[in-house]
């Protein structure tokens, strides 16, 4: 290799690396410091998109595919991932209305106070006002008013 | 009978009943309402035995020739079962005294060598263990067979029998044990045997408390007869009763033995046989309730009635005079310490028999009266004469018949009556229970000591011991014997056996007696007539209560007032037989003192010196019968025919009769000065459990609590601090590893 192409190489290492530095650092202040389940997660996902382009990086300055086919890897088991997490927080807003990370606190030792950074907001007893549409088309044979207008998603 | 031998035979009066106690105890569930036979086959056996072992050794102590021209010999059958403990060389005598151990001279060569300390489990066959164990026997007997009737329907029937049964093969050990530390293991033993009767109904309070009493009380008594045994050992370097022959062919002299009881500086008097002496007096104070651990006999009545009868009455509480009788020769050479029997005995005879005149529970009146015959019983061992002596052991065996006599006519009342034992709460019983009116009147009449009942005779040997101490003029018979046994005498530091006007005056620097002295005597022969004329008195109101006057019958007893069944009354016709006529028959041909003169304890020359010529002593015969007759003529006025709910002879007592009835206030003395402050210590020694050494405990428990609590502050459920501390965790890997690969 000559000594340019060696200097573009290590150059766009570092422009790789420094980007994937940046995005696992943003992913691991934002898992730190966010409360909302799926900003936590997506923040989580982002630590891991860092981790793939420092990966692709590498692979690209050794010359070798491994690191590349560990990217594959990664983002098909994070795909999974997603999918499965995504279904836990829906379900947990299903029951609560909540999204928020300090309200599920039920794993702490039962001698110690809820940890209250700023005061939850109050839960909103009230069912949330979904937008309504008006009806298109035909109702579905033997399906009432009522079942459509659920809710909860 | 010829090819067993009588070791044989001995061995098997106390192992019949523990076999039937094992078995009672194996197979009780099982034989339901049969529980009594193993238990009663047993002690039967047992009676068949000890019947023949008596007659055996009669047949070798030969008939009384009348006239005691010559002393009679010793008969011993010794029989060791097998060496329970051997510990070499553990007796050391004390330096540059060859003799250390008194008769060591005389027995053999071993003076002044170490000694080995054995414990033989040896029993041993002569005239006092072949009475007590007949009487033992055949009184547990009769009373086992009672008990049949009596225990019937109780749910801890097998419980009774074989706690029965186990009591029968300890007083046989204790009796036939010729070793003090076995005799020290049965004296525990029979007191098991007893806490376990008298709490027999240990559900309630009453008899719980009344069965640790008596165990706590009689471990005072336990504890002076273990200090005796221990200060045996020093003095003697032995603990057996008997002559042993060591491997050397030397024999070893047995503080009771033949060879030490022949050597006349053989027996240690001073300070140290003094000491031994009052311990064996304490022990026997416990066992037998004398002045002033007396007071656990009268609780003790919460047990069963026949448990009483047999127990409390007839035989374990004649463990006491029995060790003071084996020990006689030791007694002897300390005259205090015997003059101390006496007094004991006396006093304690009038105190229980004051507090038994106004006692309404026929039960404690018997209780009391027992205290007061062993009272009498002791006078007599203290009085140190070969009459004396015989006289307790005579007392003891009528007493035994006819109290146990009592008890049992009282537990027969008692069943019929729906457990009410108060005498006021009843009347007239002899139209309802014939039998045991008239079998009772029996036992009443010979404790009241009426003329040919045996209670008289015994009573008036007893009499006749303490008048011969207290006017040895009036007898005569001392005077020959008496320098004698001075002459034999070979230590100088030994007191006089017993006090004799013509003893002291032969110029012989020797410690005068404090207290044997005839004014002494005749302080407690009074006693002792007056003794007579109050046990007349409460006997007798007792009977006239129960049995005369009107009918009445409380509610307890329903309609089933009744007379006792078969199985129960015949055993009261049954005692009710030596009762009457043993006193006059081994009186009249003196078999009993004279078999007893056998045993080896009381040949020792210092006892055998004292025999006297049996005389009947008319004018003590009169006095005697003239308190008895004083006391039932004025039982008769106050409550004969009378209704005895009605007023009471006490009335004209006055504050005496307060003090007689709170029992001279001696439990309330105990109460004071022992259990109240005892239990403001126990009450200490809780706090101090509960909050020192279970504050110590459940600190040692705190401590990972605490830790813990340091720690858990990090579950705090919340989702950041997780990450926070897993991305920490990580940095500090990351940070460690940089650290390793840094150049």
Known sequence: MNPLLAAASTALLHN????????????????????????????????????????????????????????????????????????????????????????????????????????LPASDASPPQWPRLSTAGVLPPGADHDSLEREHV | MQNVSPATLLVLVPLLPLAGAVLTLLLGRRLKSQAHLPAIAGIAAAAAVAVVLLLGTATQVGRPDGVHAEPVRPVEMISTLWQWATVEAAYAPPAGSAAAIPGTAVGGGTAGAARAFTIPVALRL???????????????????????????????????????????????????????????????????????????????????????????????????????????????????????????????????????????????????????????????????AQLPLHVWLPDAMEGPTPASALIHAATMVTAGIYLVARSAPLFMACPDALTAVSIVGATTALVAALIATVQNDLKRVLAYSTISQLGYMFASLGTGTLLGFTAAIFHLVTHAFFKALLFLGAGSVMHSMGNVIDMRRFGGLRRIMPVTAATFLVGAVALAGVAPFSGFFSKDEILASLHAKGWPDAHGEHHDAAPSSHAKRGRSSFSPVHFAPGATTAGEKELRPLFNTPETFRVLFWMALVTAGLTAFYTFRAVFMTFTGPTRVPDEAGHHAHESPPVMAVPLMILAVPSAVAGWWLFSTQWLSHFLSATPSFTAPSVAATAAPHAFHMDLAIQGSLAAAIGIVIAAIGHLGRRSDGPQMERFLGPLQTLFANRFYIDQLYAGLIVRPLEGLAVVAALFDRYVIDGLVNSVAHLPLALGGLVRRLQGGLLQRYALAGVMGVLTIVLALAWRLRG
Request: hydrophobic share 55%.
């Open chain 1, 16 to 119: 790789a690396l420094i980007v994937g530095a940046m995005l696992f650092a943003l992913g691991l202040v934002g898992i730190l410091t966010r409360r909302n389940l799926i900003v936590m997660f997506l923040c989580a996902e982002l630590m891991l998109q860092g981790i793939s382009v420092s990966l692709v990086a590498w692979s690209r300055h050794h010359g070798d595919f491994g690191g590349q086919v560990l990217v594959i890897f990664v983002l098909t088991v994070a795909a999974c991932e997603a999918a499965v997490a995504l279904v836990f927080v829906l379900q947990a807003f299903a029951r609560t209305g909540r999204l928020d990370a300090a309200a599920w606190q039920g794993l702490r030792e039962a001698t110690l106070a809820r940890t209250v950074d700023h005061a």
């Open chain 2, 126 to 288: 002569d005239p006092l263990t072949a009475t007590l164990l007949t009487i033992i026997t055949c009184i547990g007997l009769v009373v086992a067979v009672y008990s049949i009737g009596y225990m019937h329907h109780d749910p801890g029937y097998p419980r009774f029998f074989a706690v029965f049964s186990l009591f029968v093969f300890s007083m046989s050990m204790l009796v036939a044990a010729s070793n003090f530390l076995i005799v020290y293991v049965f004296w525990e033993a029979v007191g098991a045997c007893s806490y376990l009767l008298i709490g027999f109904w240990f559900t309630k309070p009453e008899a719980a408390r009344a069965a640790k009493k008596a165990f706590l009380v009689n471990r005072v008594g336990d504890f002076g007869l273990a200090i005796a045994t221990f200060l045996l050992w020093m003095t003697y370097g032995t603990l057996d009763f008997h002559d042993t022959l060591s491997a050397d062919g030397t024999i070893l002299p047995g503080i009771l033995g033949q060879t030490r009881l022949a050597d006349p500086g053989g027996i240690v008097g001073g300070a140290i046989g003094t000491a031994i002496c009052l311990c064996l007096l304490l022990a026997a104070c416990g066992k037998s």
